[in-house]
Every structure is written in C-alpha cells, then in structure tokens.
C-alpha cells in the first residue's frame, strides 16, 4: 500500500508542478489571462479521470490498480513534454 501512495502522490505532485510551468510559460509567451486555460484544463482532466473511475469501477478493482497507476505514470511521462513541445511550437 505504501508504494501505491508514493506513486500516486509523485504523480500527482508532478502534474501540479507540470501545470504551474505552463501557467507562467503561457504568462510569458501569450496573453496573460490565456495563462489560466492550463489551469482549466489541468481541471477538466482530473475531472475526467475522476469519472472514468465512477463510471467503470471494474477498470480500477484491487488487482489493476498497480497496473492503471503504472499506465497513467507512463502516459503522463509522454504527454508533459509533447505538449509542451507543441506549445512552445505554437509560438
């Protein structure tokens, strides 16, 4: 259980640093208040992800729990720097 809870607060803590770096890279590249599209969107994943869990709870039973962690760690590791390539792109 403990190595559970360190992974989840890791990816958990790295999404909240990863969109404080996009609040202030999007301060400086673009308007100011565009800034605060990170932060909604940051918002409307957490939301999703929280009812993907609500509405399929046999996608997340006791024996996949690991595994969903580890696919959520390594999808997390491939979005944050492609979008923030494609961001600084957009530039």
Not at 3 to 18: H, I, V
Not at 33 to 61: E, H, K
Request: contains cysteine; charged residues 10%.
């Amino acid at each position: 259980m403990g190595s559970f809870l360190l992974g989840l607060f890791l990816l958990c803590a790295s999404t909240l640093m990863y969109e404080v770096v996009l609040t202030r890279l999007m301060s400086v590249t673009s308007w100011y208040y565009l800034a605060f599209v990170s932060i909604s969107m940051a918002m409307f994943g957490m939301t999703a992800g929280a009812l993907s869990i609500q509405l399929r709870p046999d996608w997340f039973s006791e024996g996949k729990i690991r595994q969903r962690l580890a696919q959520s760690a390594l999808a997390t590791a491939i979005a944050i720097p492609l979008s923030l390539m494609t961001m600084l792109a957009s530039r």
